[in-house]
């Protein structure tokens, strides 16, 4: 059975650094697309930043450019997301989402993906 299970979220001051990951079993996405998406209160699940697997290409939301790295290491089916700078407004929950269709480019919409993970919180403290 396919599973994504995402880690180290957590509470950070405004300013610091997490690095998420997501361990996925029961099958290999080293040559699909995945990506982080994360949802706030009260607001819809929005695109971080996705990688596929030509050329490890990577994409990233505007509000995330230059402070998030998303990054794969294939041979532990894992995906990972550090996230430096952080802001108040990073503050949500995060999830790991794999595709099951090769793309030539990172999908940014959520029905894009097949397989979700459970999410991890993160805080972002002023």
């Known amino acids: 059975q396919e599973q994504l299970v995402e880690s180290g979220g957590g509470v950070v001051q405004a300013g610091g650094s997490l690095r998420l990951s997501c361990a996925a079993s029961?099958?290999?996405?080293?040559?699909?697309?995945m990506a982080w998406f994360r949802q706030a209160p009260g607001k819809e699940r929005e695109f971080v930043a996705g990688?596929?697997?030509?050329?490890?290409?990577?994409y990233y939301a505007d509000s995330v450019k230059g402070r998030f790295t998303i990054s794969r290491d294939n041979a532990k089916n894992t995906l990972y997301l550090q996230m430096n700078s952080l802001k108040p407004e990073d503050t949500a929950v995060y999830y790991c989402?794999?595709?099951?269709?090769?793309?030539?480019?990172?999908?940014?919409?959520?029905?894009?993906?097949?397989?979700w993970g459970q999410g991890t919180q993160v805080t972002v403290s002023s």
């Open positions: 990688i596929i697997w030509f050329r490890s290409n990577q």
């Open positions: 989402a794999a595709s099951t269709r090769r793309s030539a480019v990172v999908p940014e919409r959520a029905h894009d993906y097949d397989y």
């Open positions: 029961g099958r290999s996405f080293s040559t699909y697309p």
